[in-house]
């Protein structure tokens, strides 16, 4: 029972996780997020690409431009072939420029051998792309859409990581040729800069946009929460409820719709309420109007059944039926009654402490059946109950199974854990029971009596009784079993009338469920009827509904004869 209640309660866990993931709420603002998170990332990135090529460009065109500059001015002004010496020294003042680049020149010194020199001592060929050598180095011919043999040719690189420029020249004539580079990192560090930023404001945006989202969720779902609280109340019965409505948005006129709903619902519903108290108190009236001289009507056929024997032989079957047909009508009558009390909520238990097995007895005794119903009923089993009310159950269940299934029927009682299934935690049945049916019309007797000195209600706590009445017959066709406990239900819709009233199982259902039990009809896998009664052991319990008007009472009136809502026919 314990691992039913971890397994349910995880589940239901589960669920509540579940409804909170998926919630009107939590899917306006992951929505809203998403749109937010969307455009921030797209519009920074757009930002980011955007700043990035202009910074770049912009330093790279400013070092390159320097770069010419300087070559024409001071690479320009060397001899053909130089001294390595002056190379080194016009290397040097090339780097002195504000965009802080090194500079490499290459010439042939007047010896006739190439000389490198560079600004820093450091810059040498080795950091020169081999693409960018070719470029700077080949000659092109001039013409009207080239005007120069030699042009200034640039490369980004990341040796070791680090981002740098290389450019190179060739100064025309037969000059030196110059390469420079320049490190990027100033401008990959603004850049980071600007994509911190970027990133800081995405979040800030998704931050604003989830509160945005959390404050538009909270106006829009303030009112469909009002809504959806109308509609429970609505329907668990309070029709009188209604929604204030105030603007003229969609959600208001969704309220006015609610209100005019639930205003038609209500006067639907007490226009039939007044129909239905109507009906009640017209057969309620009726049956205490036709009780009077139903009365007097079966006193004279108890007299005329009594002088049968010295009638007519020609006029004793009609008087036979006077007397059937007028038992018929007063039972009917008796049921009316007792289902228009049930209805008006006005039927009360009148609880006792009471051993079973000697219920079942009495009412098969009481009723010429002990010859056609085998009994299984331990005694020593003592519920809390209704004696009269479990008669007529009882009365009902055995007498349709008498009547639609045949002799034998056999009637077994025991008791179950209402949690479980298995046997009742509180050995509410005497050791030493026999376990086997006992004879037709035998409740089984080992002299245990009562079930202790507790009282049944202490020992039956969470127990429940369990009542099976079990047929040979053909059983119930599938398409009748929903119907079974319906009043006036007829399995077969040609026959106009039938022999009981149509009301017996009706009553018996509405009686277990008085006493927070239920009646389940279902077949047997050999064949025949099963009509299982289950019911608290220790009387209703407070956590169970028992219908309107079901409670217990304080009068202690029982007895096992015939009673109002006893019916010997099954529907």
């Not at 072939?81 to 002195?96: G, H, S, V």
């Not at 290459?106 to 001592?121: H, M, Q, R, T």
């Amino acid at each position: 029972m314990t691992g039913r209640g971890e397994d349910t309660g995880r589940l239901g866990g589960w669920r509540a996780v579940a409804a909170r993931l998926t919630s009107l709420r939590l899917r306006l603002v992951a929505v809203f997020a998403a749109v937010a998170l969307t455009a921030a990332v797209s519009a920074s990135g757009i930002a980011y690409w955007l700043n990035r090529d202009a910074v770049l460009t912009r330093a790279q065109n400013a070092a390159l431009n320097d770069f010419r500059q300087a070559m024409e001015r001071e690479a320009g002004s060397l001899p053909l072939r130089p001294e390595c010496d002056q190379l080194e020294e016009t290397a040097r003042r090339m780097a002195r420029s504000p965009h802080n680049y090194r500079v490499l020149l290459l010439a042939v010194n007047p010896e006739g051998e190439p000389c490198a020199k560079s600004s820093d001592g450091e810059f040498s060929m080795s950091a020169v792309p081999g693409a960018l050598t070719a470029a700077v180095e080949k000659r092109r011919e001039v013409n009207a859409a080239n005007r120069f043999e030699y042009h200034l040719y640039w490369q980004r690189t990341t040796p070791g990581g680090d981002p740098y420029l290389v450019g190179g020249a060739k100064v025309m004539g037969g000059g030196p040729t110059g390469y420079m580079l320049k490190s990027l990192d100033p401008e990959a560090d603004d850049l980071n800069s600007l994509a911190w930023s970027l990133g800081i404001a995405t979040l800030l945006a998704l931050i604003g946009s989830a509160l945005l989202a959390q404050a538009a969720a909270t106006t829009v779902l303030r009112p469909v929460q009002r809504l959806g609280d109308a509609a429970r109340r609505l329907g668990e019965g309070q029709l009188d409820t209604r929604l204030r409505v105030s603007g003229t948005d969609e959600l208001a006129d969704l309220s006015r719709t609610f209100n005019r709903t639930a205003e038609s619902l209500e006067a639907r519903v007490e226009e039939l309420s007044a129909r239905e108290a109507a009906s009640r108190r017209f057969v309620a009236d009726m049956s205490h109007e036709l009780r009077t001289p139903l009365t007097a009507i079966t006193a004279v056929t108890e007299v005329l059944e009594e002088e049968t024997d010295s009638l007519d032989p020609m006029i004793a079957p009609a008087v036979q039926l006077v007397v059937t047909e007028t038992r018929r009508l007063n039972d009917l009558v008796e049921n009316l009654m007792e289902v228009t009390r049930f209805d008006a909520g006005t039927a009360r238990l009148v609880l006792d402490d009471v051993d079973v097995a000697d219920m079942v007895t009495a009412c098969i005794d009481v009723r010429a059946w002990l010859d056609a119903v085998e009994v299984d009923a331990p005694r020593g089993i003592v519920a809390r109950l209704d004696p009269r009310r479990l008669d007529v159950i009882l009365a009902n269940l055995i007498g349709n199974a008498l009547k639609h299934g045949g002799s034998p029927v056999r009637v077994a009682v025991r008791t179950e854990d209402a949690h479980t299934g298995g046997a009742c935690a509180g050995g509410t049945e005497p050791a030493g029971a026999p376990t086997g049916p006992a004879g037709p019309g035998e409740a089984w007797d080992d002299g245990a009596g009562d079930a202790g000195d507790e009282g049944p209600a202490a020992a039956a706590e969470g127990c429940d009784l369990v009542v099976e009445v079990a047929d040979r017959g053909p059983g119930i066709p599938e398409d009748v079993l929903p119907h079974v406990f319906d009043r006036f239900y007829k399995a077969n819709s040609s026959r106009p009338r039938s022999e009981g009233s149509g009301l017996g199982l009706s009553i018996a259902m509405e009686n277990a469920l008085a006493h927070g039990g239920t009646i389940v009809a279902a077949n047997a896998p050999d064949g025949g009827a099963v009509f299982t009664l289950r019911l608290p052991l220790g009387g209703p319990r407070p956590d169970e509904g028992h219908g309107p008007g079901h409670g217990p009472g304080t009068d202690r009136k029982a007895g096992t004869g015939r009673k109002a809502g006893e019916e010997d026919g099954r529907n």
